[in-house]
């Protein structure tokens, strides 16, 4: 099974963005200002926003996306696939499968990824959006 299987899962970055959101609200997210785990979710800045003091926390904040300009596909693609098939791929034929044309952002992603634990990072959890059937990855939109 292909990275380019689990690319198409995560078609556009608005999906993306709710996929993470999603993952972000299960986990709690806390206010860095104030402590507080009330918050809205600001559409138009892609941000929570604490309902009590109105600090905003990006949705990348706090995780190993927070200073990549690389497409959040990109990342999720590539943690579901490492996370589901448990293989590893090197930075170049991540960055071929990608379609990239630069070689060091693909392989500062990859470290990072490579240099987590599950325990320690939430976005594991990517793997309950998608499913492998008869060697055929689905996309879960139930959450």
Not at 104 to 130: C, G, H, R, V
Request: proline fraction near 2%; include cysteine; charge should be positive.
């Amino acid at each position: 099974m292909k990275l380019s299987e689990f690319y198409k899962y995560f078609p556009d970055e608005l999906a993306c963005c709710q996929i993470l959101r999603c993952i972000r609200e299960q986990e709690g997210v806390v206010c860095k200002k104030c402590g507080n785990e009330e918050h809205y979710w600001k559409k138009d800045k892609k941000s929570f926003e604490c309902k009590e003091c109105n600090y905003r926390t990006s949705l990348k904040n706090g995780t190993i996306i927070e200073h990549s300009n690389l497409p959040l596909k990109y990342w999720l693609a590539t943690i579901a696939y490492l996370n589901i098939i448990g293989k590893k791929i090197s930075a170049l034929e991540l960055q071929k499968e990608l379609g990239h044309k630069r070689y060091e952002p693909i392989w500062l992603m990859l470290k990072k990824i490579n240099n987590i634990s599950e325990a320690d990072n939430f976005l594991y959890k990517i793997s309950d959006y998608i499913q492998i059937d008869e060697n055929r990855v689905k996309y879960i939109n139930n959450k």
